[in-house]
């Protein structure tokens, strides 16, 4: 299988902080690769290395078979940073010609695409053709629909997209899966960050989750999931379950984790434990269940189990 | 080379067709216009300046020295109506007398008074006190009419026939200087220091204009946080060149519109000044050779492109815009500085002060064509200069090219000195 990228024994230090540390990963073509990580954890400063915006200090960054460095590659790349803006005073059609022409696109190919762009995300409609507008006359979710253009009108071949999901709304949050989905259909690499599970769940077919700057675990998400299953018991109650529920679920010799959200709680078994004697405890307990399920582990819990709350604690007030 | 073209072309196109640039364009020449106009059809107007002969003349001589004076300073050619008053006093009584005049000047009846006494007749400062005691051409008017008259009347005393003394004495000699260099004569000196001025203070205006202008789009295009997208895209060298020489074009075309708009009213000045009343003037052009112009303009340019890039490097360390005027302020006052020498420069032109700030490199672009217009600076050290503010240009390109790697995705507080001396260091 060819491989788009691929991170060999990588290092980034920023004055005494060590930002990503011994990183190696190989994200495959035509996958949608999810690089999950609390803040903080050094995903900005990995993909900002793949862009050569920044030079590791050790080990090897390839994209598309070369160094990011080489010549030509980075117009094959497009790249949707976290923090995201475009020129206010410039009119859209223009901000995106100039985006697009720095990706080596003529003028001409360009203001073709935008048009197709435009429509397609319903910023040209016959009631107001917003490519003519200023960028600040546009509303948050437009600028957003914008930029994403921007990002993809040179059709590149690897698309890296920095928290994709930050700050949409609904709509183009929907809008911006369908998308990714479709370049995956095109045979396109899609590489994200995210510490949205959910999206990452649904969306990636591979993972690497990072923390503190080191790879915790990553690969097929079949198989990361698969890996850390069995062991967990989703339960739903019909009405808010008792205080004798609760000692229940504190019980470590059944229980080694709850993560419990009152009428719906997501558990780790502990080892040995059965869970029919769990049931049993349960209904003892007087609780009125409505479901009781034994799951494969969710990414969100993999990613609490792998990282642990200390990891998270960390990389909150660690800085990017 | 595509993508600094792109980069170029977005900063030009973008800014040469903003209202505030085609405004300015306009409205510039006008300006100057006016300000060379103006003050001449004031000055016109005010020019039958019936004021100098309406005044009293406190007369303490005992001659008719007095009269004799607001005879000149009436009729002349411009034919006044208005006369001086003549009030004959004796020395002592000269105080009363003036606080009188003064009174009566603060009442509006005299625009001021002048005292005459028997040391004036010696040769000794006369006194004048008045509203219009700060306009120069009142007081060359006053003056003239005193030594005409005391020397009119001295002669008269040794017997000489008053006619003739007036025909003798009617001297209106002034100097037209003109510079002279190893090519000859160089035209009117006072042209040359004219030109001078203006040649510095056009450079100077414009650095600081555009300076700002991309001071500005540096910082705007990092907070709004475009700036990630486009080096994602270009090397931040390219980027950095794309908008220095975008914007350095910008400021070219505005000298070049203002240049040939100028020439096109210069041209049609005739019917133009028709309609203001006045004559056609005179105004020769300080001749200047073919090689200095082309140092001239490289001056120009090589001056501009490097304080152009040092404030985009400065634009590129800070966050917000607030911060921005405060980084650019060493870059600010380098052309202060050399905004500051022009005029020590202009007295002693071949001063030891003189020959080092024009050749330092970044205090030359102004300096240099100053001194160049008001004395002989020889080709070798001209070209020695030139080189100079070319090793300089680059030197501030470098930097700012080092600034601007590091700078562009840096956020939050100013970096201190040690930090960005390590950021030189590590890009």
């Known amino acids: ?320 | 080379m595509k993508k600094f073209w792109a980069v170029f072309r977005r900063e030009y196109l973008e800014r040469i067709q903003s209202r505030w640039y085609i405004f300015a364009t306009v409205a510039g020449p006008v300006f100057f216009g006016s300000v060379i106009t103006i003050p001449q059809v004031l000055t016109r107007k005010a020019k039958p300046s019936v004021e100098v002969s309406h005044i009293i003349i406190l007369d303490a001589t005992g001659t008719d020295l007095g009269l004799r004076i607001a005879q000149s300073l009436r009729g002349g050619a411009l034919g006044d109506t208005l006369a001086a008053v003549v009030r004959p006093v004796v020395s002592t009584a000269l105080p009363t007398a003036q606080n009188m005049a003064t009174a009566e000047v603060v009442r509006h009846q005299w625009i001021g008074y002048l005292v005459i006494d028997s040391a004036a007749m010696a040769g000794a400062d006369v006194y004048y006190a008045g509203r219009n005691a700060s306009s120069v051409q009142d007081m060359n008017r006053l003056t003239a009419a005193v030594r005409r008259n005391v020397l009119a009347l001295r002669l008269e005393r040794v017997g000489l026939d008053p006619q003739r003394i007036r025909s003798l004495t009617d001297v209106r000699n002034e100097i037209n200087a003109d510079r002279i260099t190893d090519q000859g004569r160089g035209g009117s000196a006072e042209l040359s220091t004219l030109f001078a001025y203006l040649v510095a203070f056009t450079l100077y205006t414009m650095i600081v204009l555009y300076g700002n202008v991309i001071l500005r789009a540096v910082v705007d295009e990092k907070s709004s946080r475009v700036s990630e997208v486009v080096v994602a895209s270009v090397q931040p060298d390219t980027l950095l060149a794309g908008k220095v020489f975008g914007v350095s074009s910008v400021a070219v075309t505005q000298v070049l519109l203002w240049v040939v708009m100028s020439t096109i009213v210069y041209k049609t000045r005739g019917p133009l000044l028709h309609l203001f009343h006045l004559d056609i003037p005179v105004i020769p052009f300080p001749t200047i050779s073919a090689t200095s112009v082309v140092a001239l303009v490289l001056f120009w340019m090589l001056g501009f492109l490097c304080y152009a890039a040092l404030f985009a490097g400065m634009g590129a360390i800070v966050t917000n815009q607030e911060d921005a005027t405060q980084a650019a302020l060493p870059v600010t006052m380098l052309v202060v500085l050399a905004v500051v020498l022009v005029v020590p420069v202009l007295i002693e032109p071949n001063g030891t002060v003189a020959r080092v700030a024009s050749w330092f490199p970044f205090t030359a672009p102004i300096l240099m064509p100053v001194r160049m217009s008001v004395t002989q600076v020889s080709r070798y050290e001209v070209s020695l200069t030139l080189c100079g503010v070319a090793f300089g240009c680059a030197a501030s390109l470098w930097l700012a090219a080092r600034l601007y790697r590091v700078g562009l995705l840096m956020y939050g507080k100013r970096p201190s000195l040690r930090e960005l001396v390590r950021w030189i260091r590590a890009a």
């Not at chain 1, 709850?258 to 209904?283: G, H, I, K, T, Y």
């Not at chain 1, 609490?304 to 007030?317: C, D, K, P, R, S």
Request: contains cysteine.
């Open chain 1, 1 to 320: 299988m060819p491989v788009a990228v691929e991170l060999s024994h990588v290092t980034k230090r920023f004055d005494r902080h060590v930002a990503v540390s011994d990183l190696s990963l190989t994200v495959p073509t035509g996958v949608v690769y999810g690089l999950l990580g609390p803040n903080g954890a050094g995903k900005t400063t990995t993909i900002r290395m793949l862009l050569n915006l920044i030079a590791p200090d050790e080990g090897t960054v390839r994209i598309l078979g070369v160094p990011p460095s080489a010549p030509g590659v980075i117009d094959r790349v497009g790249y949707l940073p976290e923090e995201r803006g475009l020129y206010k005073k410039m009119q859209v059609r223009r901000v995106l010609r100039f985006l697009g022409e720095l990706k080596g696109l003529t003028g001409r190919e360009a203001d073709k695409r935008i048009d197709a762009w435009l429509e397609r995300f319903g910023l040209d409609t016959p009631a107001r053709d917003w490519g003519d507008a200023k960028v600040d006359e546009l509303s948050r979710g437009m600028q957003q629909k914008v930029q994403f253009i921007g990002t993809l009108l040179h059709d590149p071949e690897l698309v890296v997209l920095d928290e994709p999901f930050s700050g949409l709304d609904p709509i183009n949050a929907q809008a911006l899966k369908d998308t990714v989905l479709e370049l995956r259909q095109r045979g396109r690499t899609v590489i994200f960050s995210t510490h949205l599970m959910d999206n990452a769940e649904r969306l990636c077919d591979s993972v690497c989750i990072i923390a503190q700057g080191e790879k915790v675990l990553d690969g097929d998400v079949t198989a990361v999931r698969e890996a850390h299953s069995g062991r967990s018991v989703a339960i739903a109650f019909v009405e808010s379950p008792p205080p004798t529920v609760a000692e229940v679920l504190r019980d470590r010799t059944l229980v080694t984790r709850a993560d419990d959200s009152n009428r719906s709680v997501e558990v780790e078994l502990a080892p040995n434990a059965d869970p029919q004697q769990l049931l049993a405890r349960l209904m003892a307990a007087g609780a009125r269940l409505e479901r009781f399920e034994l799951v494969r582990s969710s990414l969100h819990q993999i990613f609490l189990e792998a990282v642990g709350a200390n990891g998270i604690e960390t990389g909150v007030v660690g800085d990017e």
